[in-house]
């Protein structure tokens, strides 16, 4: 599904919207809310209104866990960091126990033995079962999301649910969450603007199926929802 806004404060307030529901509905149900930010500068907005007072106020935030989709292999204070926006706009400004967020950065250990480790963190609130209540993701001007880029291994990976590799065409090591436990989630919230944008997002939604190029085809929910929200420049081509 996919919504069009005329502006990118609509789209941050729907997404916002679609969170606090979230966080409301599961805790409700099942005591607990799990969700998985983006990183990158299409969220910032949205994180400064969830933590602004009309919108932190309306969740438990005691009961959230707090994962991401990527990040880049960098300590958590540099500004290369998804996490460390997601702390500035966000997490530094709603009461959310430390002991609920798990950052995809680790001193003293490998990116790759790290994945590992916060494949276990996710199970460890999730169950075996692996199913977040709401992920957040970006998409790349080349279809990428989250660190799944055009042409990577880590495009094939079927049983891994967090992968770590060397991205060469940025001199840097990514960790991911995978295409299968991506898919597993409840509802799956996609945000784009920008014109940029618009020549891949008419490729993953209308394109023929080729994630090796276009990554964001990859992405469908095994029985949940996926919501695309985007702008008139993005969808220009759609």
Known sequence: MIQIFDTIEAINSTAAD???TAAQKAITEKGQFSAV?????SPAGIYRLLAS?????????SKVYIFWGDERWVPLDDNLSNAKMSFEALLSHVPIPEKNIFTMYED??????????????????????G??????????DDGHTASLFPGEAVLNEKEKWVAAYRLES????????????????EKIVVVAFGEKKA???KEVLHGD??????PMQLIKPVSGELLFLVDKSAAGKA
């Open 108 to 129: 003293g250990i490998s990116a790759e033995d790290y994945a590992v480790k916060y494949e276990q963190s996710v199970k460890s609130i999730l169950g075996p079962d």
């Open 170 to 185: 940025q001199n840097m090591h990514r960790i991911t969450l995978t295409a299968p436990l991506i898919n597993k989630a």
């Open 18 to 20: 679609i969170f606090v």
């Open 53 to 61: 007072t009309e919108y932190k106020t309306k969740i438990d935030w």
């Open 209 to 214: 199926y080729n994630p090796a190029t276009y």
């Open 199 to 201: 020549p891949a997002l």
């Open 131 to 140: 199913k977040f209540d709401l992920i957040l993701l970006g998409m790349g």
């Open 37 to 41: 930010l983006t990183g990158g500068s």
